[in-house]
């Protein structure tokens, strides 16, 4: 059982460039989950889809887009990526909404130079 | 604002008993989680608290008290695979977790 799974695993990019990070879970959770991870910080919230088809803003959407259109996938996408989306970028889903049982992927360090 | 306080960093002695303590202000409460991450893996679950009490599973345990915006989790016969951080983290009234910086755990032999 797969679980939920992110690639790439790490990636560099130049500044101004388009990246998209891939996110797919073999659970049939409803809730899907797109966070980041920096030293000293909080996990924060990027983007989130409570059920395929809808989508929602979290704490940080800014620069960032994402689609959910199936259950399995949520491809979270840097239309022009900068410096300051250098993170570790963590996919997670839970059962239904409101659940705060989340489970992670393995995530991606994501380098903006 | 919303705000999950908890300690950057703690020591412990193999064999021990550690607490690490989480303090919370944020709008509603509708549940405290515990999740352990281990450096350069994904966060794991480990606990749920909503009701205020303590809540055991095997050597680990967590404390709510809601009145007092306070959870700890408690960790009891450390073991040296123990040594990760732990995430404290709060369901607002919209559904949503806030979440606390983390407490890396270092436990020494």
């Known amino acids: 059982i797969a679980g939920i799974t992110q690639a790439p695993t790490s990636q560099i990019l130049a500044a101004g460039r388009r990246m998209t990070l891939r996110c797919t879970q073999d659970m049939r959770h409803n809730a899907m989950y797109w966070y980041r991870q920096d030293l000293g910080l909080g996990l924060r919230l990027i983007h989130y889809s409570n059920t395929a088809g809808t989508t929602g803003k979290g704490e940080v959407p800014d620069g960032y887009s994402v689609s959910r259109a199936n259950t399995d996938d949520f491809p979270l996408t840097l239309a022009s990526a900068v410096p300051s989306q250098t993170s570790v970028y963590f996919c997670?889903?839970?059962?239904?909404?409101?659940?705060?049982?989340?489970?992670f992927g393995e995530g991606s360090r994501l380098t903006v130079l | 604002g919303q705000n999950i306080d908890q300690p950057t960093e703690m020591t412990a002695t193999e064999g021990a008993i550690v607490q690490i303590n989480c303090t919370y202000q944020t709008s509603g409460f509708n549940g405290l989680f515990w999740y352990q991450q281990h450096a350069g893996e994904a966060p794991t679950f480990l606990s749920y608290?909503?009701l205020d009490g303590l809540e055991e599973k095997g050597r680990f345990s967590s404390f709510l008290s809601r009145s007092k915006g306070y959870s700890y989790l408690l960790l009891k016969e450390l073991q040296m695979k123990d040594s990760a951080s732990y995430l404290c983290?709060?369901?607002?009234?919209?559904?949503?977790?806030?979440w606390g910086a983390g407490t890396k755990l270092i436990i020494k032999p």
């Open positions: 983290a709060v369901m607002d009234s919209n559904y949503q977790l806030i």
């Open positions: 997670a889903s839970s059962g239904d909404p409101g659940t705060g049982e989340l489970f």
């Open positions: 608290n909503v």
